[in-house]
């Protein structure tokens, strides 16, 4: 009879697990690399996952140690001119670099549509906080490309 109580158990368990990685199978995942604005040193990724919980983190360097930076998901698929922040993602966490100058942040929503193209800003702490990195995000395929990037593309345009 222990046995198979353990086995029940065992099998509920695996059967959570299934349910974990098919929840985060159908998620729809966008990555960017943040890059410096202006004078600017910070650098970083950012990444939003479009799921049940979707959420979105960032990581970034090169900042001041100690200091808090103010970061939010943008809509429109720019970095310049930004579209209005996505509120759907408030509270945003702080990101507040460390001694080495590095910081990470997440912040998640109930409600939120990534129909639309987003971009993430990293803005400078002190008033008026124009933003010192930003990133594009783009949907990214089973293979880790962007989906409806041709190879090659690049190519073509310089032509």
């Known amino acids: 009879m222990m046995i198979r109580v353990v086995s029940l158990a065992v099998a509920g368990v695996l059967a959570l697990a299934g349910v974990a990685v098919a929840t985060h199978e159908g998620a729809k995942v966008s990555k960017t690399d943040l890059a410096p604005i202006g004078t600017a040193t910070a650098t970083g990724k950012a990444k ?13 360097k090169g900042l001041t140690p100690g200091m808090t930076y103010p970061w939010h998901l943008h809509e429109g698929a720019t970095c310049a001119p930004a579209g209005a922040i996505v509120g759907a993602f408030e509270p945003y966490g702080e990101l ?25 800003n990293v803005h400078d702490p002190a ?30 345009n310089s032509s």
């Open 96 to 120: 507040t670099a460390n001694a080495a100058g590095n910081a990470s942040a997440r912040a998640k929503s109930d409600n939120f549509d990534t129909a639309g193209g987003y971009s993430v």
């Open 48 to 60: 939003l996952v479009d799921s049940q919980n979707n959420k979105v983190k960032v990581k970034v």
């Open 127 to 156: 008033p008026p906080n124009p933003p010192i990195a930003c990133g594009v995000l783009e949907r990214k395929g089973p293979q880790g490309e962007a989906k409806g990037h041709e190879k090659g593309a690049e190519d073509q």
